[in-house]
């Protein structure tokens, strides 16, 4: 098993001009957008190449072709852009993603909820923050499926819908939220077109986790609140921060302990915020410019 730190300050940091999103001028004076963390719109950071950041030595890891961690101000948004061939699954963090699309699915959704597409032959949507007074953070990846020309589809998860029955939502413990359509074995709100899954960890201080990744497996880990620290069977270890990644190849048990410290959007203090995105094994994943 190897673990790779990919670290927050190694992202490429995107913030694009309002006016390509049918977006209005920024507003640097208004007191409601979070200046501290952008003067724009919206900032973006890419793990993998997207929009302007072309790096053919960080083009994807696997099947995970796209993550993106995305804060958008508040009354600011997406405007209609259209989509294809991918699995787009949007992980929120803070405020409410609000999406419309073109199969006529309007919904608003807040902090740990899962907003996903199939886009296959085409969609349309847009993503916006409604909110007049908060900023609007969440996780966007695009998985590649397993074939081309699939019927669009709109799926979420909302942990405080009547989908939540068959995942736990309490903290220090994995939900399973995504996985394949295929797989038979397990029963998550959120199934894709492809050989993946999506586990998602909070942690409280002090708190530890295991996982044991299968042969021939790998996995993609953001940690997105808080600070964790990861270790594997053969005490490999690695500390990941807010925004950090890490690229875990091959099977083997992790651990992961919760160090941090952080204030979140319900008032409380989190230690940690984990995603991690498990599939299967492709030899030579990863970045080389690292």
């Not at 099977?251 to 498990?278: C, P, Q, R």
Request: charged share 25%; hydrophobic share 30%; proline share 3%.
């Amino acid at each position: 098993m190897s673990l790779k730190h990919v670290p927050g300050s190694k992202l490429h940091v995107s913030e694009p001009n309002p006016s390509w999103f049918g977006n209005p001028p920024n507003e640097k004076k208004n007191p409601h957008w979070d200046i501290a963390t952008s003067e724009n719109w919206l900032k973006s950071r890419f793990h993998f190449s997207f929009a302007e950041y072309s790096n053919y030595q960080n083009s994807n890891f696997g099947v995970l072709r796209v993550m993106n961690d995305d804060f958008v101000q508040a009354d600011r948004g997406f405007g209609t852009h259209g989509h294809a061939n991918m699995e787009i699954i949007t992980y929120i963090l803070q405020g409410k993603l609000a999406h419309k699309d073109s199969m006529g699915t309007e919904e608003a959704l807040g902090r740990g909820s899962v907003q996903f597409m199939t886009s296959g032959r085409g969609v349309r949507h847009s993503e916006f923050n409604h909110e007049k007074e908060k900023g609007l953070r969440f996780i966007q990846t695009w998985i590649v499926p397993r074939k081309s020309g699939l019927v669009p589809n709109y799926g979420s998860f909302d942990p405080d819908g009547d989908n939540s029955k068959n995942v736990c939502t309490s903290r220090n413990q994995w939900r399973h939220l995504v996985s394949d359509i295929q797989d038979r074995s397990t029963d998550t709100p959120v199934q894709i077109e492809q050989d993946a899954n999506l586990y998602v960890a909070e942690m409280d201080d002090g708190q530890s986790l295991d996982f044991q990744l299968k042969d021939n497996r790998m996995a993609y880990i953001l940690c997105a609140e808080g600070s964790v620290k990861i270790r594997d069977g053969t005490d490999n270890e690695v500390t990941l921060q807010r925004h950090d990644g890490c690229e875990v190849k091959m099977g083997g048990n992790l651990t992961f302990k919760a160090i941090g410290s952080e204030k979140v959007e319900d008032g409380t203090n989190l230690s940690a915020h984990v995603l991690m995105f498990e599939m299967a094994h492709v030899e030579g994943a990863g970045r080389s410019d690292l």
